[in-house]
């Protein structure tokens, strides 16, 4: 049963040819943001840019080619060998990096502990926020991160910042790593959620913020279904505007 004030209005039905519209995504790791992204695009037809996926793809790039993140010159020279793309299958997207597919790889617990550090570069940010914008230029995107309402796209036209609470969270990603045949423990997840939210938080640069007139979708008690239902329901209200 859907609980109060969710709707149950699914799957989708409008005629959506009628307005293009770009929708924002933010939130804390482990809050859902991807599986959201992804449920959207699929129900409206839209493509769907995993934002995230391109900071791990780069910082995937940054060890397996022993680049110095913390040297300017460093930086800038092998952000002028990434180029990141996302190419759809049967069960969603694949990220590519240089065109070699590696969604399971950006996966990996070593790109999670360093991804933070990784995606504060400025230099890094601009890099990607403008394959990012690009990628968006012809609207009908669904886009999740950390600043896609605040920098990639403030004139977004429908922005939602996810949450959930802490203990959740942990609980999600602790099953998602242990579904993914990874050895690690909940303490070690707890640990690096903490840590991403700290330093996305905090950072100098394109900081995790709520835009002012983002939508909060709390999913702490929600299942799959009914966050897409509330999603869709603020994508009719904007649509019909």
């Excluded at 859907?2 to 699914?10: D, E, H, I, S, Y």
């Excluded at 060890?63 to 300017?72: F, M, Y």
Aim: glycine share 6%.
């Amino acid at each position: 049963m859907l609980k109060k004030g969710v709707p149950t209005a699914l799957p989708f039905f409008y005629p959506i040819e009628m307005k293009s519209i770009i929708i924002a995504i933010d939130g804390h790791s482990a809050c859902g943001k991807s599986t959201l992204a992804r449920d959207l695009a699929r129900e409206l037809g839209y493509a769907y840019i995993d934002t995230g996926a391109m900071y791990r793809a780069v910082t995937l790039y940054f060890l397996e080619n022993g680049v110095d993140w913390t040297d300017p010159v460093a930086v800038k020279k092998a952000l002028e060998d990434i180029q990141i793309e996302f190419r759809a299958n049967g069960s969603g997207n694949q990220t590519l990096l240089n065109g070699k597919v590696v969604e399971q790889a950006i996966r990996q617990m070593q790109v999670s502990e360093q991804v933070s550090q990784v995606s504060a570069i400025s230099a890094v940010r601009r890099a990607m926020v403008a394959q990012q914008q690009a990628m968006g230029r012809k609207r009908k995107v669904v886009l999740d991160g950390r600043d896609i309402g605040t920098v990639v796209f403030p004139d977004a036209d429908l922005k939602i910042f996810l949450t959930a609470s802490e203990d959740e969270r942990v609980r999600r990603r602790f099953e998602e790593l242990q579904a993914k045949g990874l050895s690690v423990s909940m303490a070690e997840v707890r640990k690096n959620l903490l840590d991403r939210d700290r330093i996305d938080s905090s950072r100098e640069d394109s900081p995790l913020r709520q835009a002012e007139d983002a939508r909060v979708l709390d999913n702490t008690h929600l299942n799959r279904a009914e966050q897409l239902a509330l999603a869709l329901a603020w994508v009719r209200e904007v649509l019909e505007k």
